[in-house]
């Protein structure tokens, strides 16, 4: 390539095209398809809710445990060396559930033991910290841009995997599709680009493409830390533990709901493609937010932003868990995944803009496994819980709890300051 070609062709916009791919079939067609396949695999397979739900809490457990280890990893050999090596994890994981998982052993080992390495090196960390190197002025808007494919790929899994489940007669077809899904992702990896500065490029365009711009096009118009914090610096602000609270509310909602949201709706009575009918649309919530909410992020604080969705999304939630008819419920599905969707962007920009690029993938090493652990418990705790009390009513309740006090979080995680974390 010559140096006016250099010049000339920023590659971000390259990286995300790519990212949104590999996020759609990981995120999309893997992690979404869960809900629809676990369902149908252990009803065949007679065990209970609670005892096969502790493969998903032992995978969320592994997930963040390693996330430290991604972070050392993307630090010194890139991102792109940790999408390969993690969706290869995922793809071997995936076709060994289609072919050789019979006993709950079988599947706590490879979903639970396996995956999560798969999950932690091919997902989110390297994707977010991609795209927090190669964006700064327009990171809110790029983040949402890529994670948007999530929503796009679930929003089509779910009834997808439903059909082919109905027309193969087992559940075994859907795991070897994840599969397939898996390695296409491994192939995208491939044409992923490192660092901007690696090509002799700088965040948001090229140095002759940022340099045109006027002082108004370039500033930020939300707070971007001018240093890069150390963790052990951002660990003393309040705003860290804020974001984690955030966070938290985010992802423990969502594990329910993934897990078992497709039984909660059929003990309300919905039929099974209702039930994946009513996820399909909370899935496509989520999409539709993504990327206008990651454009707005650029221009309002993503605190703000947040505190609304998450009124929003309580709002939605209890809506679900009453489940009062089918209209009101489909209603309340797309409206939760959108402010589900929407917050999901902002906090990883929330990460970035508080504490800089370069910090970002050893700060969510720290975040993630906190986040995780915890969120991890409400598959399994909830399993057990449905299956002493007979209903999924304490599980909605304490997490609506947790919703609503993360409303108070996001106004009060103002940015940090050097004072603060004792910085310099």
């Avoid at 001018?226 to 602000?237: E, G, Y």
């Amino acid at each position: 390539m010559t140096s006016t070609d250099q010049s000339t062709k920023f590659y971000g916009w390259g990286n995300l095209r790519t990212l949104f791919m590999i996020y759609l079939l990981v995120m999309g067609m893997v992690f979404y398809g869960f809900n629809v396949i676990f369902p149908e695999m252990i009803t065949d397979m007679g065990w209970s809710r609670g005892d096969a739900s502790w493969a998903q809490s032992i995978r969320g457990i592994l997930i963040g445990l390693s996330t430290p280890l991604v972070a050392l990893f993307i630090n010194r050999y890139g991102a792109q060396k940790s999408l390969l090596l993690g969706l290869s994890i995922m793809t071997l994981g995936l076709f060994l559930l289609g072919t050789v998982a019979s006993q709950l052993w079988h599947w706590i080992v490879l979903w639970g033991l396996l995956m999560p390495f798969g999950f932690a090196f091919g997902g989110v960390v390297p994707i977010q910290t991609t795209v927090s190197y190669w964006f700064n002025r327009k990171r809110s808007m790029a983040l949402g841009l890529v994670m948007t494919a999530g929503g796009v790929g679930g929003f089509i899994a779910q009834p997808f995997y439903a059909w082919l489940i109905a027309q193969f007669g087992n559940w075994q077809i859907g795991w070897l599709i994840a599969g397939c899904c898996a390695l296409g992702a491994t192939l995208c990896a491939l044409m992923i680009k490192g660092k901007p500065e690696d090509y002799g490029q700088i965040p948001d365009g090229t140095r002759e493409q940022v340099e045109a711009l006027s002082p108004t096009q370039s500033a930020a118009k939300t707070y971007q830390s001018k240093i890069s914090w150390t963790l052990s610096d951002a660990i003393r602000t309040p705003a860290l533990w804020f974001i984690l609270i955030i966070v938290m509310s985010q992802v423990m909602p969502l594990y329910m709901i993934t897990v078992h949201g497709i039984f909660h709706l059929r003990d309300s009575g919905f039929e099974r493609m209702q039930a994946a009918s009513i996820l399909s649309f909370l899935i496509a919530g989520s999409a539709v937010a993504r990327f206008p909410i990651g454009w707005l992020g650029d221009r309002i604080e993503p605190r703000y932003i947040i505190a609304v969705l998450h009124g929003v999304m309580l709002i939605a939630f209890l809506v679900i868990w009453k489940a009062p008819s089918l209209t009101m419920t489909t209603i309340a599905a797309p409206i939760f995944g959108f402010a589900f969707g929407g917050g999901v962007v902002m906090a990883p920009s929330m990460v970035a803009n508080y504490f800089g690029r370069e910090s970002f993938a050893t700060i969510n090493g720290f975040l993630l496994p906190i986040q995780v652990i915890f969120a991890s418990a409400v598959p399994v705790g909830a399993g057990y819980l449905v299956d002493m009390t007979g209903s999924y009513d304490l599980a909605f309740i304490i997490l609506s709890g947790f919703i609503a006090a993360s409303v108070l979080f996001a106004v009060l995680a103002s940015p940090p300051s050097p004072k603060e974390g004792v910085l310099g």
